[in-house]
């Protein structure tokens, strides 16, 4: 367990299943001091492939999603895949989301409240307003979930996979905004990030550690 300004981040690490691709699944969970009850190390097993496997007993679960709400491949496959199709409707209603913005649906089948959909920023270098962008996706899941009064949310690494944001600077950033978050809000009290390989993984603890972790 690290510490961070008053935020205590477990890292747990998931035995892949026998069905699922060679390897572990790895999870951090972020919550506020104190407020800790159970051991996340030992969750059980999860399906690799399938991220919302990861997402148990969580009031919100964000969706790394793209522009059009349209669904798609990895995180935001496995969510409409897992949650049905009540959530593509409500996504088809609300008629899309800029990058670095968020909006919420239900949670259909998942084991949630809602879903947050979050569109990450294309890396293009940098030099396009990227940071700001990632920044954004946090900060406004973060309080679209408090005004929802949801006390626990699990995230992805937003614009990691296939947007091509380097992993180190994401989880920079990612931590920042958690951190500042929670620091100046009572809810959420639990943020959960999910992560799939021992890359990101360490990016993150990285991120941690730069941050004030122990």
Not at 67 to 90: C, M, N, Q
Not at 132 to 155: N, Q
Not at 173 to 194: H, K, Q, S, T, Y
Request: proline share 4%; hydrophobic share 40%.
């Amino acid at each position: 367990m690290a510490i961070v300004a008053g935020i205590a981040l477990i890292l747990g690490i998931w035995t892949v299943t026998a069905q699922a691709a060679p390897g572990s699944v790895y999870a951090l969970a972020t919550a506020k001091t104190g407020s800790i009850s159970q051991d996340y190390s030992n969750v059980g097993t999860v399906n690799r492939v399938d991220t919302v496997e990861l997402s148990f007993e969580v009031d919100g679960i964000v969706n790394a999603a793209n522009a059009a709400l349209a669904g798609g491949g990895g995180v935001d496959g496995a969510i409409h895949r897992k949650g049905g199709p009540s959530i593509i409707k409500e996504c088809q209603a609300i008629g899309g989301c800029p990058t670095g913005r968020t909006v919420i649906t239900g949670a259909g089948k998942l084991p949630a409240k809602y879903v947050l959909h979050t569109v990450g920023p294309v890396w293009r270098g940098g030099g396009q307003g990227e940071p700001e962008l990632l920044a954004s996706c946090y900060r406004t899941a973060l309080a679209l979930a408090r005004d929802k009064g949801l006390r626990s949310l699990s995230f992805a690494s937003i614009s990691t996979g296939v947007y091509g944001y380097p992993v180190g600077q994401a989880a920079a950033i990612a931590i920042r905004e958690i951190r500042d978050f929670m620091n100046a809000n009572n809810e959420p009290g639990l943020v959960r990030m999910i992560v799939f390989d021992e890359k990101t993984f360490d990016a993150y603890a990285e991120a941690l550690r730069g941050q004030g972790g122990e």
